[in-house]
């Protein structure tokens, strides 16, 4: 009975174990790559699948009408210079612009100093939302998922998306000038909030104009951007200063010096 009994318990001996199981030197496969072979397979499979997206990069600008190219790394640095300094230098120039919008109002912003204040935050929401745009219609032309023929469908859309954001951020305005400022009435915070909501809208439409625009040019990336950011600027300081003229209730046209 003992012996039984261990015998149960005990596992089979490697005499027991089937013929299938035991290793045998035929069963050994004499042409199975190394492991140095194994390291220059996987290091061409991945040459391969950089080779790959370098391609089917080039395909999607070729497919969207721009010429293909060079890595970012491999291109020089005076050539990135040249692509860049003239847009800088003409929308800095352009940029004086909102000098003489302020000049022409100035009679506005000395009666409501409080739109001074506020100006940065106006306007920059206009930016911040444009460049939300910009950049998300730069990189769907770049991959060819866009071309300019789109150009009405995408403006709808984002004319849509732009007025829903001006409205949230328009209620959003009205608190944030009347509850943490100690010298906002709630004419200001009106004023305020109202100013909000065209300049997100004209962001969100000149995000898609310029964009689709410069496209045609092969210039999105690097033109888009800027321009955008400098037109919405200006911009955002004239419709600022009409909406405001209209709530506070005075002249509608801009204050006239004495001649």
């Not at 005990?10 to 050994?28: M, T």
């Not at 009106?190 to 995000?207: E, H």
Request: net charge negative; aromatic share 4%.
């Amino acid at each position: 009975t003992f012996g039984r009994m261990r015998s149960l318990i005990q596992p089979g001996s490697a005499s027991d174990a089937p013929e299938s199981a035991k290793p045998s030197g035929s069963d050994v496969d004499p042409d199975t790559p190394s492991a140095d072979k194994d390291k220059e397979i996987d290091e061409l499979k991945r040459a391969v699948r950089r080779l790959q997206r370098h391609n089917s990069m080039e395909l999607s600008q070729l497919d969207a009408g721009q010429p293909p190219q060079r890595a970012y790394l491999d291109t020089p640095v005076l050539e990135i210079f040249s692509q860049r300094f003239p847009w800088l230098l003409s929308l800095m120039l352009f940029q004086s612009v909102s000098g003489w919008v302020i000049e022409r109002f100035q009679g506005l912003i000395e009666r409501h100093v409080i739109l001074a204040a506020f100006l940065t935050m106006l306007v920059g929401g206009g930016g911040n939302s444009s460049g939300q745009t910009v950049a998300e219609l730069v990189k769907r032309l770049g991959r060819g998922e866009l071309t300019p023929t789109d150009l009405p469908q995408v403006l709808a859309k984002e004319v849509a998306v732009g007025t829903l954001l001006a409205v949230g951020l328009a209620v959003g305005a009205y608190p944030r000038v009347r509850l943490l400022s100690s010298h906002a009435t709630d004419l200001d915070a009106l004023a305020i909030a109202l100013s909000y909501m065209p300049i997100v809208v004209m962001g969100n439409t000149l995000g898609v104009l310029i964009a689709m625009t410069l496209h045609r040019c092969g210039q999105a990336a690097v033109g888009s951007p800027p321009v955008t950011q400098v037109v919405v600027d200006v911009l955002g300081i004239l419709l600022t200063c009409l909406v405001c003229s209209a709530v506070y209730g005075t002249a509608a046209a801009p204050d006239q010096q004495p001649g």
